[in-house]
């Protein structure tokens, strides 16, 4: 877009053109005002926009207006007739510009003639720079078609200075002896074109902010997202403060975002999501209907920023639904005044997993189940292993499937070698096998933006055809997006935007989600394909008592999993300015969304434990929908230097979801009769309706005073029907307090500090993120009684539930030094969450045993941080660097009874942050008998059978003996592990040459820790399977006594696989996110073609990754619930992404 139009719309802040002459009048009665203020009443009054050098005109003394209904033309040359200005008049706008030298008295000695080209990076043109004689008054500007000249003294050397709002100023020493044409090419001051931040209901100027709000927009965005299919994972390392999780890597896959901490424990699957609003549209991410984060399905190119809403005085205009931050996101329009731009765009990607783990080969296999049949058999021989604690399974039947043994004079058994028929000869990689090797993803951009005097338009599509890193797995989606705005007429508005979304996603895995645990778990020694050419069904070991035909995993990736995502986001407004200053806007908004999810599993796909498996079909279908409407009124004034500003607005929401989901079972074939019609069997596993209602009603008040004091207040209150009569409405206020000392008189002298303010707010905010109605009586179908169907009571109800309330907080500081060549911003927040929604304990005989209510409060404290610096800033370099770190604490303050689960019990603990484990700690490993003998005296003495277990031994872990008790119980245990990192942050560079670009960001996360589960379930030690590769040589054994884990014995009677701090690693990462490399064509090259711009472009995404994290990536978490946050089960990995893409604008 050019440059002019951008610095048009930042001008105005949003304001549209009312294609009205000058010849407006207006009245004013204006008391010793500056030229600021004048022009800035007139725009109230008219709309007029003005195009000026906002130092310039400050030099001007100030002056009186007092005009009853007369032109505005009339006006200003009035007032700058005794002036070095003038005013230039072209439709609505108007250029106030240095007289022309000719029109200065001159002096009878001879002149040098200098002129030329004033244009931007991009080729455009720029009318209205003024160009000046160097600590004089004197100058020009540019024309429109962006030439100048000055006539100037011969002989007298002079420096020429370059300006216009929103570039860097440019300078040239003129050494005026003869005329001399000198083209200028003039950057974006990203400074002075100070950006616009979208809040609720409304946008302000970043530099007035008095809450916390971080900001990304698309030219940021751009440098380390190209080739991107989705941005929801974009914002990682790039916001301060919001913590971005990939919680998988399959094509479409969402990211989790969280800022500032948990404020809700134990909500369902829709946990701690902040709140989405996407032009205007309004909408939380549906997880228990599997529906999609909105920013993973929107195209990266159609997104023009997104503004991260942070504190509560940020998010308390959002009331009941901003607990969790907000996250507004503004996709790109056409610009006023702009002729039609048509921009294509097309990426291939190739993708690869990050890492991938090294399954043991055949040999290592072989090695692996030696020592776990050694270690077993003598744990038998020390009776260690006895019928009563065999957790379940075989265990001679396995050891004979695998191996020869025979028994000593005293019965021990002896390990006579493996059997050479119970293993074949092949070398089987099943994750290379598994794996998609180069995964190919194809991106296609198209975009039709532009607009006239009184109207504005935009047309994107895109589409995405991607591979996923697996056999069977892709992903196509089509977006496209329509949006117009209009002035209608001088006082109407109108504008409407609508966004279209298809997903289809294929896979051959059993379920929604599959890692990559089979396909290590399984032995190598087998082929792929039989003889026949069949998928090789494997003779796995008796652990059931029988031979089992194992499905390998090529074969178990055979399902026909299919996934059909629809989303429809609409809305319009109506705007009508009743006056100067006050207008009013009406807007529905309207979001759908739609999936259809069907798996159908083959006998090909299938474990035959047995016989008499049957294909099966499940079939789930959902969809949900929005709509809200609102009503509002902006009511702006000036009264000298204090400007107010008025917000008051009602809305109506209105909620609706539904879910069915069907299961079938015995198909005739697999190919042909695989129609849900076809089965023998049909059972409906459920369905469920749900709506819900919120009416709202919301207010700001704003007051500014020259930029130097600020402050805010937002008020909502909203009605949800999701809590009983009498406790159905909430109420959210805020206030909010700027001071910028950089405008005071003790710090004018102070040149090196160009910004300083202080922001304070405090605000409350609720949260109506929880199931429909838990304050009435639910039913659950019970058991049949005498042939009847039965109900039995459900979730009891709860008619005094309230609103969870969260109060924070906030002080931050925002800073500019050196000609705004360092800048950043701290922030330090305290917030505070009061009865969080917990189970409560109810007495049994009522037929349930628990309902919900108010009882868990928490907190979080933390402290963000932003520093950020043009460390090159020259006409051919610039070198930008950002970097921002953020540190949350979390604790659960009280618990007040609430009832947990056993799943639960362990990591919601006062005093301790949400989501820990508790485990045992390992004091080493037992190496002899005796010291366990002599442990288990004691422990007997003291009341106990045992210290550990019956069968521990020598190899088995030691546990630690926390209370002292001679014995190892469930009190032994400790916090070992917290999900949630001491620090993350991110580090953004860009580095421009001429037109060659380099970016990179970089992602990093400190001091989390996870139990590697896989790990864990391995210590079973199962005869026939393979292990987790990190354990393999690890594992004690009377050769290797200095092992980090305990040995392996089958079925784990010792219980060396409990929790406990052996497992648990550090999740702590560095990732090089994202690194591009771009070149502009030059200009002079794209004219001839008639092209207006062209890059192209390479990069790469998560190429380098520092960790000690065993498993497939540290960003990897199993589930999105709080309590498994500290389990990591390698689920789909990420991709190692390489990309080259071209963009053309015409």
Same mark, same amino acid.
């Given at each position: 877009?050019?440059?002019?139009?951008?610095?048009?719309?930042?001008?105005?802040?949003?304001?549209?053109?009312?294609?009205?002459?000058?010849?407006?009048?207006?009245?004013?009665?204006?008391?010793?005002?500056?030229?600021?203020?004048?022009?800035?009443?007139?725009?109230?009054?008219?709309?007029?926009?003005?195009?000026?050098?906002?130092?310039?005109?400050?030099?001007?003394?100030?002056?009186?207006?007092?005009?009853?209904?007369?032109?505005?033309?009339?006006?200003?040359?009035?007032?700058?007739?005794?002036?070095?200005?003038?005013?230039?008049?072209?439709?609505?706008?108007?250029?106030?510009?240095?007289?022309?030298?000719?029109?200065?008295?001159?002096?009878?000695?001879?002149?040098?003639?200098?002129?030329?080209?004033?244009?931007?990076?991009?080729?455009?043109?720029?009318?209205?720079?003024?160009?000046?004689?160097?600590?004089?008054?004197?100058?020009?500007?540019?024309?429109?078609?962006?030439?100048?000249?000055?006539?100037?003294?011969?002989?007298?050397?002079?420096?020429?200075?370059?300006?216009?709002?929103?570039?860097?100023?440019?300078?040239?020493?003129?050494?005026?002896?003869?005329?001399?044409?000198?083209?200028?090419?003039?950057?974006?001051?990203?400074?002075?074109?100070?950006?616009?931040?979208?809040?609720?209901?409304?946008?302000?100027?970043?530099?007035?902010?008095?809450?916390?709000?971080?900001?990304?927009?698309?030219?940021?965005?751009?440098?380390?997202?190209?080739?991107?299919?989705?941005? +929801?994972?974009?914002?990682?390392?790039?916001?301060?403060?919001?913590?971005?999780?990939?919680?998988?890597?399959?094509?479409?896959?969402?990211?989790?975002?969280?800022?500032?901490?948990?404020?809700?424990?134990?909500?369902?699957?829709?946990?701690?999501?902040?709140?989405?609003?996407?032009?205007?549209?309004?909408?939380?991410?549906?997880?228990?209907?599997?529906?999609?984060?909105?920013?993973?399905?929107?195209?990266?190119?159609?997104?023009?920023?997104? +503004?991260?809403?942070?504190?509560?005085?940020?998010?308390?205009?959002?009331?009941?639904?901003?607990?969790?931050?907000?996250?507004?996101?503004?996709?790109?329009?056409?610009?006023?005044?702009?002729?039609?731009?048509?921009?294509?765009?097309?990426?291939?990607?190739?993708?690869?997993?990050?890492?991938?783990?090294?399954?043991?080969?055949?040999?290592?296999?072989?090695?692996?189940?030696?020592?776990?049949?050694?270690?077993?058999?003598?744990?038998?021989?020390?009776?260690?292993?006895?019928?009563?604690?065999?957790?379940?399974?075989?265990?001679?039947?396995?050891?004979?499937?695998?191996?020869?043994?025979?028994?000593?004079?005293?019965?021990?058994?002896?390990?006579?070698?493996?059997?050479?028929?119970?293993?074949?000869?092949?070398?089987?990689?099943?994750?290379?096998?598994?794996?998609?090797?180069?995964?190919?993803?194809?991106?296609?951009?198209?975009?039709?933006?532009?607009?006239?005097?009184?109207?504005?338009?935009?047309?994107?599509?895109?589409?995405?055809?991607?591979?996923?890193?697996?056999?069977?797995?892709?992903?196509?989606?089509?977006?496209?997006?329509?949006?117009?705005?209009?002035?209608?007429?001088?006082?109407?508005?109108?504008?409407?935007?609508?966004?279209?979304?298809?997903?289809?996603?294929?896979?051959?895995?059993?379920?929604?989600?599959?890692?990559?645990?089979?396909?290590?778990?399984?032995?190598?020694?087998?082929?792929?394909?039989?003889?026949?050419?069949?998928?090789?069904?494997?003779?796995?070991?008796?652990?059931?008592?029988?031979?089992?035909?194992?499905?390998?995993?090529?074969?178990?990736?055979?399902?026909?999993?299919?996934?059909?995502?629809?989303?429809?986001?609409?809305?319009?407004?109506?705007?009508?300015?009743?006056?100067?200053?006050?207008?009013?806007?009406?807007?529905?908004?309207?979001?759908?969304?739609?999936?259809?999810?069907?798996?159908?599993?083959?006998?090909?796909?299938?474990?035959?434990?047995?016989?008499?498996?049957?294909?099966?079909?499940?079939?789930?279908?959902?969809?949900?929908?929005?709509?809200?409407?609102?009503?509002?009124?902006?009511?702006?004034?000036?009264?000298?230097?204090?400007?107010?500003?008025?917000?008051?607005?009602?809305?109506?929401?209105?909620?609706?979801?539904?879910?069915?989901?069907?299961? @079938?079972?015995?198909?005739?074939?697999?190919?042909?009769?695989?129609?849900?019609?076809?089965?023998?069997?049909?059972?409906?596993?459920?369905?469920?309706?749900?709506?819900?209602?919120?009416?709202?009603?919301?207010?700001?008040?704003?007051?500014?005073?020259?930029?130097?004091?600020?402050?805010?207040?937002?008020?909502?209150?909203?009605?949800?029907?999701?809590?009983?009569?009498?406790?159905?409405?909430?109420?959210?206020?805020?206030?909010?307090?700027?001071?910028?000392?950089?405008?005071?008189?003790?710090?004018?002298?102070?040149?090196?500090?160009?910004?300083?303010?202080?922001?304070?707010?405090?605000?409350?905010?609720?949260?109506?993120?929880?199931?429909?109605?838990?304050?009435?009586?639910?039913?659950?179908?019970?058991?049949?009684?005498?042939?009847?169907?039965?109900?039995?009571?459900?979730?009891?109800?709860?008619?005094?539930?309230?609103?969870?309330?969260?109060?924070?907080?906030?002080?931050?500081?925002?800073?500019?030094?050196?000609?705004?060549?360092?800048?950043?911003?701290?922030?330090?927040?305290?917030?505070?969450?009061?009865?969080?929604?917990?189970?409560?304990?109810?007495?049994?005989?009522?037929?349930?045993?628990?309902?919900?209510?108010?009882?868990?409060?928490?907190?979080?404290?933390?402290?963000?941080?932003?520093?950020?610096?043009?460390?090159?800033?020259?006409?051919?370099?610039?070198?930008?660097?950002?970097?921002?770190?953020?540190?949350?604490?979390?604790?659960?303050?009280?618990?007040?009874?609430?009832?947990?689960?056993?799943?639960?019990?362990?990591?919601?603990?006062?005093?301790?942050?949400?989501?820990?484990?508790?485990?045992?700690?390992?004091?080493?490993?037992?190496?002899?008998?005796?010291?366990?003998?002599?442990?288990?005296?004691?422990?007997?003495?003291?009341?106990?059978?045992?210290?550990?277990?019956?069968?521990?031994?020598?190899?088995?872990?030691?546990?630690?003996?926390?209370?002292?008790?001679?014995?190892?119980?469930?009190?032994?245990?400790?916090?070992?592990?917290?999900?949630?990192?001491?620090?993350?942050?991110?580090?953004?560079?860009?580095?421009?040459?001429?037109?060659?670009?380099?970016?990179?960001?970089?992602?990093?996360?400190?001091?989390?820790?996870?139990?590697?589960?896989?790990?864990?379930?391995?210590?079973?030690? @199962?005869?026939?399977?393979?292990?987790?590769?990190?354990?393999?040589?690890?594992?004690?054994?009377?050769?290797?006594?200095?092992?980090?884990?305990?040995?392996?014995?089958?079925?784990?009677?010792?219980?060396?696989?409990?929790?406990?701090?052996?497992?648990?690693?550090?999740?702590?990462?560095?990732?090089?996110?994202?690194?591009?490399?771009?070149?502009?064509?030059?200009?002079?090259?794209?004219?001839?073609?008639?092209?207006?711009?062209?890059?192209?472009?390479?990069?790469?995404?998560?190429?380098?990754?520092?960790?000690?994290?065993?498993?497939?990536?540290?960003?990897?978490?199993?589930?999105?619930?709080?309590?498994?946050?500290?389990?990591?089960? +390698?689920? @789909?990995?990420?991709?190692?992404?390489?990309?080259?893409?071209?963009?053309?604008?015409?």
């Amino acid at each position: 877009m050019k440059l002019f139009s951008i610095f048009m719309l930042v001008f105005t802040l949003g304001g549209f053109a009312s294609g009205y002459s000058q010849k407006q009048v207006v009245t004013l009665n204006l008391k010793q005002c500056d030229v600021n203020t004048l022009l800035q009443e007139i725009w109230k009054q008219t709309g007029l926009r003005f195009v000026y050098n906002e130092q310039d005109v400050a030099r001007l003394k100030r002056f009186d207006v007092n005009a009853q209904q007369k032109q505005v033309d009339e006006i200003l040359d009035h007032i700058f007739k005794n002036t070095p200005y003038q005013c230039a008049y072209e439709s609505d706008v108007i250029y106030i510009t240095p007289r022309p030298v000719g029109d200065l008295p001159q002096v009878k000695q001879e002149r040098v003639k200098l002129s030329g080209n004033i244009k931007d990076k991009n080729g455009n043109v720029l009318p209205g720079v003024t160009v000046f004689i160097g600590n004089s008054d004197i100058g020009t500007s540019s024309d429109i078609n962006g030439n100048y000249q000055l006539a100037i003294l011969k002989g007298n050397a002079v420096e020429i200075v370059y300006s216009f709002i929103g570039m860097k100023k440019v300078t040239y020493n003129f050494p005026a002896t003869e005329d001399v044409r000198h083209n200028v090419v003039m950057e974006e001051d990203q400074v002075e074109l100070q950006d616009v931040v979208v809040i609720g209901y409304g946008s302000k100027s970043a530099r007035n902010l008095t809450s916390s709000v971080s900001s990304v927009k698309a030219k940021d965005l751009e440098k380390y997202a190209n080739g991107a299919t989705t941005f +929801d994972n974009m914002p990682g390392g790039a916001v301060k403060g919001v913590l971005v999780n990939q919680n998988s890597g399959e094509p479409g896959a969402k990211a989790t975002l969280n800022i500032r901490g948990i404020t809700s424990p134990l909500k369902s699957q829709n946990n701690n999501e902040p709140l989405y609003v996407v032009d205007g549209v309004p909408f939380f991410v549906e997880r228990s209907l599997n529906m999609l984060n909105p920013l993973s399905t929107l195209s990266p190119n159609d997104i023009e920023s997104i +503004d991260v809403l942070k504190d509560a005085a940020a998010t308390a205009i959002y009331g009941s639904r901003g607990a969790n931050g907000v996250v507004i996101i503004k996709t790109k329009d056409g610009h006023r005044n702009e002729q039609m731009k048509i921009s294509l765009g097309y990426t291939l990607s190739v993708g690869n997993q990050i890492k991938k783990f090294k399954p043991l080969n055949t040999t290592k296999f072989k090695n692996l189940q030696e020592l776990i049949i050694k270690n077993t058999l003598g744990a038998i021989n020390k009776a260690q292993i006895t019928d009563d604690n065999i957790i379940y399974g075989q265990i001679y039947p396995a050891i004979d499937y695998m191996a020869n043994t025979s028994y000593d004079n005293y019965g021990n058994m002896i390990f006579d070698g493996l059997k050479d028929e119970a293993f074949g000869e092949e070398n089987t990689n099943w994750v290379d096998e598994t794996n998609n090797k180069n995964a190919l993803t194809h991106m296609y951009n198209l975009a039709i933006r532009g607009g006239g005097k009184l109207s504005n338009y935009s047309f994107s599509f895109n589409a995405i055809d991607q591979e996923g890193l697996f056999i069977n797995d892709d992903m196509q989606r089509y977006n496209s997006r329509l949006s117009f705005d209009s002035d209608v007429s001088k006082r109407f508005k109108v504008g409407a935007a609508l966004g279209y979304t298809m997903t289809k996603r294929h896979s051959g895995a059993a379920g929604e989600e599959m890692g990559i645990t089979r396909e290590w778990n399984v032995r190598p020694d087998v082929p792929v394909y039989d003889e026949t050419g069949e998928l090789y069904r494997i003779d796995g070991t008796p652990t059931w008592g029988f031979p089992v035909g194992l499905a390998n995993p090529v074969a178990n990736r055979q399902n026909k999993n299919k996934k059909e995502s629809y989303q429809f986001l609409g809305n319009s407004y109506l705007e009508y300015k009743i006056f100067n200053g006050l207008k009013i806007r009406g807007d529905i908004n309207i979001s759908m969304f739609q999936d259809q999810y069907s798996n159908y599993n083959p006998l090909v796909a299938q474990d035959d434990r047995g016989g008499g498996g049957m294909s099966t079909l499940q079939d789930d279908r959902s969809k949900a929908a929005n709509t809200s409407i609102n009503f509002r009124a902006d009511y702006n004034f000036q009264i000298e230097d204090h400007y107010f500003s008025f917000m008051v607005g009602y809305g109506w929401d209105r909620s609706f979801s539904e879910y069915t989901s069907h299961y @079938y079972m015995g198909f005739p074939d697999d190919e042909v009769l695989n129609n849900a019609g076809s089965a023998t069997e049909t059972h409906c596993i459920g369905d469920a309706k749900s709506k819900s209602a919120l009416n709202s009603i919301y207010a700001r008040a704003s007051y500014n005073y020259l930029d130097k004091y600020l402050a805010e207040i937002n008020f909502r209150s909203d009605a949800s029907s999701k809590f009983g009569p009498g406790n159905q409405r909430g109420y959210f206020p805020s206030i909010s307090l700027g001071w910028r000392m950089s405008s005071e008189n003790f710090m004018a002298d102070t040149e090196k500090v160009d910004d300083l303010k202080l922001r304070f707010s405090w605000g409350q905010t609720g949260s109506t993120n929880i199931d429909d109605f838990v304050y009435r009586q639910f039913y659950e179908k019970g058991n049949p009684y005498i042939g009847q169907s039965t109900l039995t009571p459900g979730l009891l109800p709860n008619p005094d539930i309230k609103w969870e309330r969260t109060s924070e907080f906030n002080g931050g500081l925002d800073y500019a030094f050196f000609n705004h060549r360092l800048f950043g911003s701290i922030d330090g927040y305290y917030r505070y969450t009061k009865g969080a929604l917990a189970p409560s304990p109810y007495p049994l005989e009522s037929g349930s045993t628990s309902y919900t209510s108010n009882l868990i409060d928490l907190s979080n404290k933390g402290v963000e941080i932003e520093i950020g610096g043009d460390i090159i800033r020259t006409a051919d370099w610039t070198w930008t660097s950002k970097f921002n770190i953020a540190l949350n604490r979390n604790k659960i303050e009280k618990l007040n009874g609430a009832e947990l689960s056993s799943n639960d019990v362990d990591t919601y603990i006062e005093g301790q942050p949400a989501g820990v484990l508790k485990g045992y700690i390992v004091e080493k490993i037992f190496q002899n008998d005796d010291e366990v003998v002599t442990l288990n005296k004691t422990a007997v003495a003291r009341g106990a059978n045992y210290y550990q277990e019956k069968s521990t031994g020598m190899g088995d872990f030691k546990y630690k003996d926390l209370d002292g008790n001679g014995y190892i119980d469930s009190k032994d245990r400790e916090v070992i592990a917290t999900p949630q990192p001491k620090f993350f942050g991110g580090f953004f560079n860009s580095v421009n040459y001429k037109n060659f670009n380099l970016s990179f960001v970089f992602q990093f996360s400190q001091g989390a820790k996870a139990a590697v589960y896989n790990m864990m379930s391995d210590m079973y030690g @199962y005869i026939g399977n393979n292990i987790y590769p990190e354990l393999y040589g690890k594992t004690w054994s009377p050769e290797n006594p200095d092992a980090r884990y305990a040995r392996l014995v089958y079925t784990d009677p010792s219980k060396n696989s409990r929790f406990s701090d052996r497992y648990i690693y550090e999740t702590s990462y560095l990732r090089l996110k994202n690194i591009t490399f771009s070149y502009n064509l030059p200009q002079n090259f794209l004219k001839k073609i008639n092209v207006q711009s062209a890059m192209l472009f390479v990069s790469g995404s998560n190429i380098w990754t520092v960790t000690q994290w065993p498993g497939i990536d540290p960003e990897l978490i199993s589930s999105f619930t709080t309590s498994q946050m500290t389990l990591n089960e +390698d689920p @789909y990995p990420l991709s190692k992404t390489f990309t080259l893409g071209v963009k053309v604008e015409f």
